[in-house]
């Protein structure tokens, strides 16, 4: 892929785990670095996702997305990294956007795929999900990493099916250990914390996986 005009890359670092509706919260007091956790950000997500009718994008393991709401609103495009995570390419949204109209995928978009896939792009998913966000600080106020507590509602649109769960991701950030036995202790506690709660490793990989029953 390459990220086309006015998009901006990054590479996500996280863990997912599913949790019940009623499962606690994490007790984070153990997590390698962090002292400190941020009030509780709620934020309403919705995200429609697009493949070709052959789904050429999933074969390669690469989504498109179209997210309002959320600090990170735009068009994205997902796939994997090198040495593990996945990389995300973002682009602003357009202007007048109309959240329940089959979205329309831009030109600088297109492009970032066309190796992989080509249009017609049609309606695969929609997720809706009321997250809320915590960040997970370092002594002096910096991000080690964010945890978000998902409730979320999808749409299978080719399906014509609809499902509806909670679940946690933890992602690295800024702050965040760099060496790879740092970051193997880091998740480590996640896990032994999550755990701990009553959550479970993930089924599925992403929401747009569970969604489509993958």
Not at 28 to 34: D, H, N, Q
Not at 76 to 103: C, F, I, N, S
Not at 108 to 132: E, G, K
Request: negative net charge; proline residues 8%.
């Amino acid at each position: 892929m390459s990220a086309g005009p006015s998009g901006s890359s990054s590479v996500e670092v996280e863990a997912k785990y599913d949790v019940d509706d009623d499962t606690p919260l994490p007790d984070w007091s153990a997590l390698p670095g962090v002292t400190r956790i941020g009030e509780p950000e709620p934020r309403d997500l919705d995200a429609r996702y697009l493949d070709t009718p052959t789904a050429e994008l999933a074969r390669a393991g690469v989504a498109v997305r179209r997210r309002l709401g959320g600090p990170d609103a735009g068009w994205h495009v997902k796939g994997p990294a090198e040495g593990g995570g996945r990389t995300e390419t973002q682009w602003p949204l357009e202007d007048d956007v109309d959240p329940d109209a089959d979205p329309v995928v831009p030109a600088a978009v297109q492009d970032a795929v066309s190796s992989i896939a080509r249009p017609p792009f049609t309606a695969l998913a929609r997720v809706r999900n009321h997250r809320t966000a915590y960040s997970l600080q370092d002594a002096e106020g910096r991000e080690v990493a964010e945890f978000v507590d998902d409730r979320v509602r999808a749409r299978d649109e080719r399906r014509d099916a609809e499902s509806s769960w909670r679940e946690w991701e933890v992602e690295l950030g800024p702050a965040a250990p760099h060496d790879e036995a740092a970051r193997t202790a880091f998740f480590a506690a996640v896990d032994a914390a999550v755990f701990a709660a009553g959550g479970r490793p993930a089924a599925s990989g992403s929401k747009l996986a569970r969604t489509l029953g993958r």
